[in-house]
């Protein structure tokens, strides 16, 4: 029976040190007042400073989740020495394996979904619709799942794949929620080879 017990804190602990790092981008950015510029998820996303902020905020609660994670590994620390020792050891790998992944990818690896690089990219996008020399005399330009279209000429001008924005789901709330989980906020979706 303490088997079953330990095996069963162990396995809540790492599921707590698995959410609550990811905490800034899983929840913080899906408020109803963070989203009143956005159509609804899935559909495709005017680009418009809106957007390029959106893509900086999201790309700040990335990096945020590397203070958050401090909290997990210190109540994990705790456990080990004066609580449960199962409950710990499972936050305490989950969390540390949380900080292992982010700190990677400064040093090489994936590159996190939301970066400067693409806000800047968009941005361009944007002030190129503009301009004489756009793809076509009213161009708008959205950003569908695998990549940036002019709404009105359909001439793709990205490829650059979007990830989740922070808009609340279509998919109802526990599938929507274990997807993020899952996707870590990438796209959800590859480009061919012929394309990339």
């Not at 899935?42 to 909290?71: D, K």
């Not at 490829?159 to 870590?184: C, H, W, Y």
Request: charged share 15%.
């Amino acid at each position: 029976m303490s088997l079953i017990a330990g095996v069963g804190f162990f396995a809540l602990g790492g599921c707590i040190g698995h959410i609550l790092p990811r905490f800034p981008f899983l929840m913080m950015s899906r408020t109803k007042g963070f989203n009143t510029h956005f159509p609804r998820h899935p559909e495709a996303i005017p680009l418009s400073p809106q957007l390029t902020q959106r893509i900086l905020h999201m790309r700040m609660f990335y990096w945020m989740g590397l203070i958050v994670v401090l909290l997990p590994l210190i109540l994990g620390l705790v456990s080990v020495r004066w609580g449960d020792a199962a409950f710990g050891f499972g936050l305490w790998i989950a969390s540390g394996w949380y900080l292992l992944n982010r700190l990677q990818s400064l040093f090489g690896g994936q590159t996190p979904p939301w970066t400067k690089k693409m806000a800047l990219e968009l941005q361009v996008l944007s002030n190129q619709a503009e301009q004489p020399g756009a793809c076509c005399n009213w161009a708008s330009p959205s950003w569908q799942i695998k990549g940036v279209v002019c709404m009105n000429c359909n001439s793709k001008l990205s490829n650059m794949l979007r990830p989740d924005l922070g808009r609340k789901r279509s998919e109802r709330r526990p599938i929507g929620f274990f997807r993020l989980l899952l996707s870590d906020g990438y796209p959800m979706v590859s480009l061919p080879d012929e394309e990339e």
